[in-house]
């Protein structure tokens, strides 16, 4: 065995999470990360070394839209809007089921609104940017971000 020098080092040992897919962090808001979990639930917490469990804050939960039954599937990408000390938009990727047969799942990215300025989001406000048909329950990447273009 090769030693590199190189250590692995638990940033918030004193926190976890449900098999998470995702994280991020509001441009020029250091001071809370989120944490997108594969069965539909983002959840923050502060930016702090010693942060614990109890201080993670549920920000939006659409659990009973995704289906992450499939090994593949569920809440797999997170981002928020490259303009957020303006625009508290949350855009979530994820299976849902499909119409079975030869559609076994839709991915879906959604767009989500908050209602008290970023602290959570508003699940009624999902809107469907674009949808997909899977033909197989795996290979369904879904990873979202925004370039520095904004787009």
Do not use: C
Request: net charge neutral; glycine share 10%; no cysteine.
């Amino acid at each position: 065995m090769i030693n590199s020098g190189v250590q692995i080092v638990r940033a918030f040992p004193n926190i976890t999470f449900a098999n998470p897919t995702a994280m991020a962090q509001g441009v020029g808001d250091p001071a809370r990360i989120l944490i997108l979990e594969k069965a539909g639930r983002v959840r923050a917490f502060p930016n702090q070394a010693n942060v614990m469990n109890g201080q993670i804050t549920p920000v939006l939960d659409v659990s009973t839209r995704v289906d992450n039954t499939q090994n593949e599937g569920g809440a797999l990408g997170l981002a928020l809007h490259p303009q957020w000390a303006t625009r508290k938009e949350l855009f979530l990727s994820y299976t849902r089921a499909g119409r079975g047969g030869s559609v076994p799942l839709v991915s879906v990215i959604s767009r989500f609104r908050s209602n008290d300025n970023g602290v959570t989001f508003d699940p009624n406000s999902e809107e469907r940017l674009l949808q997909l048909d899977q033909p197989y329950t795996n290979h369904n990447g879904g990873n979202i971000a925004f370039g520095p273009d904004g787009f």
